[in-house]
């Protein structure tokens, strides 16, 4: 029975370890996140429909999952170009940006959010040009994405990075003897190769760019149905009591969460694939 | 076409790239930082140290240290004993504990603390027992060590699992066969190949529980001097027009960051090193 399920070796500790890590990732993991889908079987299928399609509840996932979405896709241009600047050339200053490449994730939301408010509010350092141009910077949706790309370009320049750095440099020196263009070399050579890379770093950006709260509020002016992204509703609702309303939409939310992670395991699964390492 | 040009671009594309790259370095996280300085100093050194050394602002301090102390040192346990069993053994599942493990990273913040409600509070599933023996969990500080851990829990195992990986298992086995007991080959073999890993899952788990917000947010119940960690504290003052106090706190943080990023690289470097 025991080597069925694991495979023989003379290292010690592999039930204490094993149980151990269990044990734990349920009480502090599992048994707490299964809450949420009892409480919401406590809602007949009807209520929960009811609150997830309420106009409220639409308005606030239209505006995480488009605003998510617009800010994943500013991080794939961007993200890749950093990613690629950073891993082919070389230019003083380098080795800082490479470090601070991981700033968003090291720096409290809540900091990056008042940060980033003051920033663009209309009398701010960058707001004042936005006013100029007539775009409402901070409070509008224009806000929350500028947030949301802060806390995602991390995802994207981490995962492509790794990948870019393994690429094989022959596949490069047999297309250009082939008589490939660099442009064309870039283009059909090395994007093919690294596109699941950069899919998976956008899927992870944009995964935690929908539950993003803390750099968010601020800037977000928090107008129901303008400008209330979808964690802050569940906030809300909770300050209300509306235990199981919350709930409901953090299950919708919870859901959409797992078929980006499962994507991004697949577009993970792809990249190795494509290196060679299957 | 020679050789040395097949892998890299004429060069005014290579400088138009590197000058986009940068602008954009400059604009997304260079200018935040230097507006969190900026505007913790807008009013003096003065106003800064009062916002500092607060009675509210230290209760803040002490709450978010109290509750790192707690977090940070129960996942780089949790850490080592599931990269032990992953990176060690070949077992079924694995795929699956792997994604187990990961889940905290893509729940919303929000959802995070809001699990914490369901389970403990007032109206949730264990609260009437609770309130029955007095015992407090939601909107105290149970609750936000417990809302942290939750958010941190991969921190230091997914740092370690892969450096783990990559050394085999040759050392210890060697250790064994030569007649060492179990735990001397694990505190004297193993644990100092990883040193440099767990210092590097340590200081980013620790980032990550000094820093939380929306987790805690939930279920701190944000009672001044009392459940408020530094995060929570920072959004008050600012809330209250404060921005120079609140800035100020924030800095601190943002020091905090700036530091994990430093000793980050450092521990990387050493990493780096070791493999070669």
């Known amino acids: ?87 082919r050339y070389t230019f003083p200053g380098k080795r800082i940006v490479d470090a601070m490449v991981d700033f968003p994730l090291a720096l409290p939301t809540a900091v990056a959010g008042i940060a980033l408010t003051e920033l663009y509010v209309p009398t701010g350092w960058l707001g004042q040009y936005l006013q100029m141009a007539g775009i409402k910077g901070a409070f509008s949706p224009v806000g929350i994405t500028i947030a949301l790309t802060f806390i995602g370009l991390p995802f994207v320049v981490r995962t492509v990075q ?97 078929v980006l992670l499962a994507a991004a395991n697949f577009f993970q699964w792809l990249t190795s694939k494509n290196l060679g390492k299957v | 076409m020679s050789q040395l040009n097949a892998r890299t671009e004429p060069r005014f594309v290579r400088y138009f790239l590197i000058t986009i790259a940068l602008a954009f370095f400059a604009l997304f996280l260079v200018l ?42 129960m996942n780089l346990v949790f850490g080592v004993a599931a990269a032990w069993a992953i990176s060690k053994f070949d077992f079924r599942g694995k795929g699956l504990l792997l994604s187990l493990i990961d889940l905290p990273l893509s729940v919303s913040p929000v959802i995070a603390g809001l699990i914490f409600i369901l389970l403990f509070g007032a109206q949730g599933f264990l609260g009437p027992w609770l309130i029955a023996h007095n015992i407090r969990i939601v909107f105290a500080w149970p609750a ?42 694990f505190w004297l073999v193993s644990v100092p190949n990883l040193r440099w890993g767990i210092l590097y899952g340590v200081i980013l788990c620790n980032a990550r529980a000094m820093g939380e917000f929306g987790a805690v947010s939930v279920v701190s119940g944000h009672i001044r001097g009392l459940t408020n960690t530094m995060p929570l504290h920072v959004e008050i003052l600012y809330n209250e027009y404060q921005s120079a106090a609140a800035f100020a706190v924030a800095s601190l943080l943002a020091m905090l960051a700036i530091v994990t990023l430093i000793a980050k690289s450092i521990v990387e470097a050493h990493i780096r090193q070791g493999q070669k």
């Open chain 1, 1 to 87: 029975m025991r080597e069925f399920f694991v495979k023989k070796s003379i290292l010690p500790g592999f039930s204490l370890s094993l149980g151990f890590t269990i044990f734990y990732l349920s009480l502090f993991v599992l048994i707490p996140l299964s809450m949420i889908f009892l409480k919401t079987s406590t809602l007949t299928f009807q209520q929960f429909i009811q609150v997830i399609t309420a106009e409220r509840t639409l308005a606030a996932y239209r505006l995480s999952f488009g605003t998510a979405f617009v800010s994943a896709g500013i991080n794939a241009v961007f993200g890749l170009i950093v990613a690629w600047v950073l891993v």
């Open chain 1, 162 to 258: 790794p990948v870019l750095e393994d690429l094989d440099p022959q596949i490069e020196e047999a297309a250009a003897s082939l008589g490939a263009n660099r442009w064309q070399t870039v283009t059909m050579v090395i994007l093919p190769v690294i596109f699941p890379a950069l899919l998976t770093g956008v899927t992870l950006a944009f995964a935690r760019a929908i539950g993003e709260y803390g750099s968010v509020i601020f800037i977000a002016g928090n107008m129901p149905m303008k400008t209330e992204i979808a964690p802050l509703l569940i906030m809300t609702k909770l300050e209300q009591y509306d235990y199981p309303g919350a709930t409901a939409i953090a299950v919708g939310m919870l859901l959409i969460s797992f």
């Open chain 2, 32 to 73: 935040p930082l230097v507006c969190v300085f900026h505007n913790a100093l807008s009013k003096g050194w003065v106003v800064y140290f009062d916002a500092l050394k607060h009675p509210d602002a230290i209760a803040a301090m002490r709450m978010t240290l109290m509750t790192a102390l707690v977090v940070v040192p």
């Open chain 2, 144 to 185: 936000i060590v417990l809302a942290t851990l939750f958010v941190t829990v991969p921190m230091v195992a997914r740092e370690l699992i892969p450096i783990m990986k990559s050394q085999g298992t040759e050392e210890e086995e060697a250790a064994l066969t030569l007649g060492a007991s179990a735990w001397k080959t």
